[in-house]
């Protein structure tokens, strides 16, 4: 793969961050711990994280009028909050397009009442009749056949479904910056950022734990044996323009797909996507966040006939570790991948499937990325496609050697992905020209805590 020109441009460490990092730990789980940030000149005075805009040239998401998120909020829509309820009230009507900043201290668990009284998946399922073990007995494929679930147990699982939704999905409306306080362990657990048909949004220094289905339909239909399917995205964009995504650590830690039971012979699933960018997003751009632990992490594009001219996303300096697939799978889009970093190397029961996904006539662009892969690993089996999606690109390391990752797929594949792409990347502040030192470098810089 030809590496595409680029216009000069300059790394992002040299923007006047004057920070220092001074402790950095992984934690059990894989999930890359907080780093603290200390200013390096206490004359200087702090980077003021909740008004930054995204610099220019910075991705996709620098495009047209940029991405400022609540940049000019007014003292009277700068909220501090550290409760569910709180965010639900800062959040306010999605229709109220007022620029506002949300600060996010602490973790907030999105399965609490508005007086904060934990609940569990027994609590939404109360009064709607629906029960799992009744679930399962109504639609046993070896009683009620291979056909769609419906009738009484269906409607209960429905509305059971219905009252979780309503309390862990909080809808951002446009002008919004939401943003985790440093040093306080800022994230949402069991929740889901749903980000719809509005315009310049950002979200930065969260960690996003454990985002869960109490209620997975079954779905006979679904490939040759049928699956378990879940909804909730911790973080969902759906036609959406201009957003930005930084420092974020997306986990499904503590609840692992591998501690959850198989009913029907398969996985009963309780997990949906990472970061899901669908149904028509526009100018996007993700960069130095951790995906860990999870499997079906991020889709570009929700089906084979997106919005054609749009899924413009810029993915970089992210670590994704411990994930099965989807990193991303990338549909219709002109989609910019660099200076990633992939470790394939399974972990908690998530064995990496591939890692990039280009289907639907996707024009992928992925270079100078690091790949880590165990022994005995294949680089054939870092990519997927469906014979008519595209990756260009190269400076990609596997282990630290130069390898065409395309060219090892195609050998191995009989739906080969095509080598060129109709685009020409421009927005590419911060590209390193060499993966070489990736893996040292994004291990401290990348997640939530990772401040500069």
Known sequence: MAAPSHRPTHRRSLRKRRTLVVTAAVAAAGVGAGVLVLNAN??????????????????????????TGGAKADSAHTFTVSTRAQLVKALGSVSDTTPRIIKVKGTIDANTSDAGKKLTCADYASGTGYSLSAYLRAYDPATYGKKAPSGTQENARKAAADKQKKNIVFRVPANTTIVGVPGTNAGIRGGSLHVQNVKNVIVRNLTFADTQDCFPQWDPTDGSSGEWNSNYDSVTLRGVTNVWADHNTFTDAPTFDSSEKSYFGRKYQVHDGALDITNGSDLVTVERNLFSNHDKTMLIGSSDTDSTGKLRVTIHHNVWKGIVQRAPL????????????????????????????????????????????????????????????SIAGGGNLVNGTATDLV??????????????????????????TSAKNLVTELATTTGAGALY
């Open 407 to 432: 060219a090892a797929y195609n050998a191995a594949s009989s739906k080969k992905i095509k080598t060129t792409v109709n685009w020409k990347p421009a927005l590419t502040a911060g590209l390193q």
């Open 42 to 67: 206490a004359n200087a005075g702090a980077v003021d994280l909740y008004h930054q805009s995204l610099p220019a040239k910075d991705g996709w998401a620098a495009s047209g009028s940029g991405t």
């Open 330 to 389: 990338a549909r219709i889009g002109q989609i910019h991948l660099y200076n990633n970093v992939y470790d394939t190397t399974a972990l908690n029961g998530y064995t990496p499937k591939y890692s990039i996904d280009s289907r639907a006539k996707a024009q992928v662009v992925a270079e100078h990325n690091a790949w880590k892969l165990p022994s005995g690993a294949k680089p054939a089996k870092l990519l997927s496609g469906d014979g008519t999606g």
